[in-house]
């Protein structure tokens, strides 16, 4: 058996447990009932157009958002989140697309941001800078990025190096579940493999991910399964192996496209 196929355990129980989940806001219906699970150690691709709810899903699964209906269960315990920091708390992180990174701050003061180790006690307590600047040191390493050194300003990393100073930072902190808003659409090709690498190192240590994404090349490279959103409904999830990347496309845009010809059509079709 070869890692890629031993790599999807396909038995396992989902870490996250999303069912029928609604959400309304007011009279419009941006999700319709949509499931979906994440096992540990597993890439679940999340795919569809513009506005087909992908994000409004993910804030429902990281606290931002109330479902209106349906169920979020987490290692089989059913769970409401009040805030982010509820759903941070029992291991469910979001890197955002916008990273919330201070550029001319040095990499460890934005890894450890608002979770600063102190030393000392009272009024002695201080920032441990030489923990957190070799913890910092270590764990980018082990994702493959060897830093000049612990005070180099994020502003100097590429996109795609900055991508994986947010993951490695969750992964640190805990995340069981790491929920990933379109890390590779603003990303050239080298830089994009470099995530999906970091993505798939996250995942061998267990971690359960949840890619989202416009790019069918992308979630292919990596995913284990995918679920296709079209206007706040899932066309179904396939596995690895099960979908080619035609199919994929074709699924996210089908919706679209038909949407476009009933405007054009005046709403005739
Ligand atoms: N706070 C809100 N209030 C009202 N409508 C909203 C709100 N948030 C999202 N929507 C609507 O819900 C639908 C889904 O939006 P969402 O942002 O989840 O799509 P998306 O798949 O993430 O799109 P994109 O690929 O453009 O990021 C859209 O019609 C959007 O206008
Ligand atoms: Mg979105």
Redesign the pocket.
Known sequence: MNEQIKSQKPESAPIIEMKDIEKH?GN?I?LAGVSFDVRPGECHCLL??????????IKTMSGVHKPTKGTVTLDGKEMHFASTRDAMEAGIATVFQDLAMIPLMSVTRNFFMGREPTKGWGPFRRFDIEMANEVTMEEMRKMGINLRGPDQAVGTLSGGERQTVAIARAVYFGAKVLILDEPTSALGVRQTSNVLATIDRVRKQGVGVVFIS?NVRHALAVGDRFTV?NRGQTLGTAKRGEITASELQDLMAGGQELADLEGSLGGTV
């Open positions: 806001f419009i941006a569809g157009d513009n506005g087909a709810g992908k994000s409004t899903f416009h959103l």
